[in-house]
């Protein structure tokens, strides 16, 4: 298994501010992913990241409004610009160790 | 057509109950077959993954996979109250390791 912590919990902000989410894993992992988990909606894939390369977006997500850093193998921020209250949702990060994928707590984001 | 599609519940059952839980796919080229557990407030956990077709226990848990009917299956037996949980299926393509998740499945076992 994997040790995934998420910096902050859970937060509530503004819209048109922006709010950085970390990641932090108990050791050193290639691969890891950013999802959302909209209330009544399917945990959705954001971005991948790869440490040493910019991050892999899915449609529907632009590093503009989701822009992702990956400094080392066991750190990863994402970022949620401008935001409206649409953003509000759960923002998981998890990793990918021995072909398995293991999910961070989550963080929960309330824009007003 | 959305490429996973899971029983939608909520699902109440007493304990001891045999509980099935469902997701179809629509892409053969799915390969790889999870079932996450969520608990209120906390992330996903990964319950079983299977690649073949068939049956793969573990413990009270059975995953069931039919390719040619594009079905996965979770099954509980003896289902506890700590058994109460949302229950997610995923799928891959495999190569790059990116999940679709169905929507969930909301369980609740009562004592």
């Known amino acids: 298994s994997a040790v995934i912590s998420q910096k902050p919990s859970r937060d509530i902000c503004q819209r048109g501010t922006s709010l950085t989410i970390q990641c932090q894993v108990d050791?050193?992992?290639?691969?890891m992913f950013w999802y959302r988990q909209q209330p009544g909606q399917s945990l959705t894939l954001i971005a991948t990241?790869?440490?040493?390369?910019?991050?892999?977006?899915e449609s529907g997500f632009v590093i503009d409004k989701f822009p992702i850093s990956r400094p080392n193998l066991t750190f990863s921020t994402l970022t949620v610009s401008n935001m409206s209250p649409e953003d509000s949702s759960i923002y998981l990060c998890?990793?990918?160790?021995?072909?398995?994928?293991?999910f961070g707590p989550g963080t929960r984001l309330t824009v007003l | 057509q959305k490429e996973v599609e899971q029983d939608p519940g909520p699902l109440s059952v007493p304990e001891g109950a045999i509980v099935s839980l469902n997701c179809t796919y629509s892409?053969?080229?799915?390969?790889?077959f999870m079932w996450y557990r969520q608990y209120s407030r906390k992330g996903p956990e990964l319950l079983m993954y299977?690649?073949?077709?068939g049956n793969k226990e573990d413990g009270r848990f059975t995953a069931q996979v039919d390719k040619s009917s594009k079905y996965i299956s979770l099954f509980i037996r003896d289902s506890q109250p700590s058994d109460s949980a949302t229950y997610l299926c995923?799928?891959?393509?495999?190569?790059?390791?990116?999940?679709?998740f169905g929507k969930g499945t909301l369980l609740t076992v009562n004592p």
């Open positions: 998890s990793v990918l160790r021995s072909n398995e994928q293991f």
């Open positions: 050791s050193q992992v290639t691969m």
């Open positions: 990241a790869n440490q040493g390369s910019e991050a892999t977006y």
């Open positions: 892409n053969s080229a799915f390969q790889y």
């Open positions: 299977t690649y073949s077709s």
């Open positions: 995923a799928i891959s393509k495999g190569s790059n390791y990116k999940l679709t």
